[in-house]
């Protein structure tokens, strides 16, 4: 079966970092590209960084600077280590596969929900 | 950035209707278009790609058509599990969504 599985939210104090973790199975996780998405509670989808098959990676630019996406192919495991958290940080993160071709995300973890108050 | 707008922001509908969800890009996206249906407390769904391509499983009542700036959700006949929050998601350059479509039971 084809999953993706996300680990790593909690709370965290404004300022303190998080690392988020994403197990891919069932496909050939090294030939995909990966997203985070995230989604505050009651709010819309926002687009929080990209990684390609050879590495790129990609920010918008209210995490720039702070988010760092990174894969380990052997591990089949996708990352998101946050820095310098703020309160609008707060949301479920999920993980996301592109399906090939066609820049759409076909396959969704379950999201891992991130915390940041004092 | 490319801005998505969605409209309604919120439809009343019954089983059985059809519903039509539009989509409007602040630029022009070609076709690279995808609509996603969220229920409460899942992950959002895959439904179309490409503006009218559709996800395999995906039952045929949904359709989807535009390019361009223009873009439609149909739903040709509702059905009790339809009955969710719908996004379109714009994929010409770096991934934005629009703010989303609650479609509810009347």
């Known amino acids: 079966e084809v999953q993706l599985v996300e680990s790593g939210g909690g709370l965290v104090q404004p300022g303190g970092s998080l690392r988020l973790s994403c197990a891919a199975s069932g496909f050939t996780f090294s030939s995909y590209d990966m997203h985070w998405v995230r989604q505050a509670t009651g709010k819309g989808l926002e687009w929080v960084s990209a990684i390609g098959t050879a590495g790129d990676t990609y920010y918008p630019g209210s995490v720039k600077g702070r988010f760092t996406i990174s894969r380990e192919n052997a591990k089949n495991s996708l990352y998101l280590q946050m820095n310098s958290l703020r309160a609008g940080d707060t949301a479920v993160y999920y993980c996301a596969r592109v399906a090939a071709g066609t820049a759409a995300f076909d396959i969704w973890g379950q999201g891992t929900m991130v915390t940041v108050s004092s | 950035d490319i801005q998505m707008t969605q409209s309604p922001s919120s439809v009343s509908a019954s089983v059985g209707d059809r519903v039509t969800i539009t989509c409007r890009a602040s630029q022009g996206i070609s076709s690279w278009l995808a609509w ?71």
């Open chain 2, 36 to 106: 996603y249906q969220q229920k409460p407390g899942k992950a959002p769904k895959l439904l179309i790609y490409a503006a009218s391509s559709l996800q395999s499983g995906v039952p045929s009542r949904f359709s989807g058509s535009g390019s361009g700036t223009d873009f439609t959700l149909t739903i040709s006949s509702l059905q009790p599990e339809d009955f969710a929050t719908y996004y379109c998601q714009q994929a010409n350059s770096f991934p934005t969504f629009g703010q989303g479509t609650r479609l509810e039971i009347k």
